[in-house]
């Protein structure tokens, strides 16, 4: 393991400029390596310094951490019938498997088995870890050259490994990603499907590079899908499926993650996923609606709402939007690299503020017109990731309404209970970008 100075001085060259260093996120950019204190303005990967907002707020050090070890203690090792999501099936030769059950719809998703090996690898649990990862390699990931699908994963099975969907929901192959990159930071490097870096290298390319593959799929007898991400509008795909992959979903544009790309996925392709992430921040701008920032489910490369044949609703704030706020909010934490992050965080808790903290709903027309719902926890999460780029006052009543709420159970615990935890990490200050040392050209 190389000394922290030497550490620090990869981090210098590869955090401030583009390059190909790469460092881990405990070995913040300051004075002690000999160099010029950094700033809360270089933002937190540079300095080290991940906001904890609940200790801002007034709540003890010791309770944040008792907090956040409760909610996973339950959401992956609680009672099975009524907390847990995540549920060991077993082993094979590579060892424990596992998967995150989405109760309410009775399904695996990729969303929620990527979600739990970022939150596991957050928390150091490394078991937990690889077998969500053993699970969804084995019963999710599509090694057919011919079938339309080759090289993602399936975006809902069965609990059994049946695939009810074989195409992917491009937000899994995101945060498939960049966990492996952190737990390769983390834990280093193993064989086969635990070469983290590799396997993460691998996906990039696939998610990028892939050509289109026609062929049949358990849904579609004459399936197109093309690359998740277009290289000309440098913009993560709704779907890969043709023809709908002209569109997109501000849920899924996850610009924090796409720096990390730049840093230390393939040489080749860092300056793209540079450009990707402006791209991506420009796009929450266009979005997000002029005076409450509310943001589709599903829009165009334009910025502009789509209506999907199968749910025209999805021009509204509904389950997906939910999730935006905190995109642009992880990145202007991390990264420090759009302001206009701060005033949409901004004007979207004044909105929200405004319809009553006890009172909001959970869907909106992007102008504001509540839709029902109710109150759900998984927004008030949300809501509360949204005051890390927040500078007005208002921001730690939304960490307090997070506060408040006790980790989700029963029926709808899956959804809501992923947003929860990934929520108290980020507003404790745990959620934090583990990057890679840098590789010898």
């Known amino acids: 393991m190389p000394s922290p100075a030497l550490r620090f001085c990869a981090a210098l060259l590869f955090v401030l400029a583009l390059p190909a260093c790469a460092r881990g996120a405990d070995a913040p950019l300051d004075a002690a390596a000999g160099a010029a204190p950094a700033t809360e303005a270089a933002g937190a990967v540079a300095t080290g310094r991940y906001p904890d907002l609940f200790t801002e707020t007034g709540y ?48 695996v998703r990729s969303e929620g088995m990527s979600y739990g090996m970022m939150i596991a690898v957050q928390l150091d649990r490394k078991h937990e870890f690889d ?73 990039l390319a696939d998610i990028l590079h892939r050509g289109q593959i026609s062929g049949a799929t358990v849904t579609n007898p004459k399936a197109t899908a093309t690359n998740l991400f277009d290289r000309q509008a440098k913009m993560v795909r709704f779907t890969p499926d043709l023809p709908n992959a002209r569109h997109t979903d501000a849920s899924y544009h996850l610009p924090a993650f796409y720096e990390v790309w730049a840093r230390v996925g393939p040489q080749a392709d860092r300056a793209f996923w540079h450009e990707a992430a402006q791209v991506s921040r420009d796009y929450f701008a266009k979005a997000a609606h002029p005076r409450t920032a509310l943001t589709p489910d599903y829009g165009n490369f334009d910025g502009t709402p789509w209506a999907a044949p199968w749910r025209p609703e999805a021009v509204d704030f509904r389950y997906d ?51 029902g719902g109710g109150q759900t926890t998984g927004l008030v999460a949300m809501n509360a990731v949204s ?33 929860y935890l990934m929520a108290l990490l980020h507003c404790s200050g745990q959620y934090r970008a583990w990057i890679p040392e840098p590789q010898a050209p």
């Open 321 to 371: 939007a939910w999730r935006t706020a905190m995109n642009w909010s992880m990145d202007w934490s991390w990264w420090r690299a759009d302001p206009r992050q701060v005033e949409l965080s901004n004007r979207l808790q004044a909105f929200f503020r405004s319809q009553g903290m006890d009172r909001y709903q959970s869907l909106y027309t992007l102008k504001g017109k509540p839709l």
């Open 131 to 203: 077998a969500i990862w053993n699970w969804a390699t084995t019963h999710m990931y599509q090694d057919d050259p011919a079938h339309p699908a080759y090289g993602y994963f399936a975006w809902s099975v069965s609990t059994d490994g049946v695939p009810n969907d074989e195409m992917p929901a491009p937000d899994g192959e995101e945060y498939f990603i960049t966990a492996l990159y952190f737990a390769s930071a983390r834990w280093g490097e193993g064989e086969g499907i635990h070469a983290y870096r590799a396997q993460a290298d691998r996906l």
């Open 387 to 419: 005051s890390l780029a927040a500078d007005d006052p208002r921001r730690l009543e939304f960490v307090r309404a997070l506060w408040e709420r006790p980790v989700p159970e029963g029926h709808h615990r899956y959804y809501d209970g992923m947003l």
């Open 60 to 107: 003890d050090s010791d309770a944040v951490q008792a907090k956040v070890q409760a909610a996973f203690t339950q959401l992956f090792h609680g009672d099975p019938r009524e907390q847990a999501v995540y549920y060991e099936t077993g082993r094979n030769a590579r060892g424990p498997l596992a998967y995150i059950h989405d109760v309410n719809s009775g399904d």
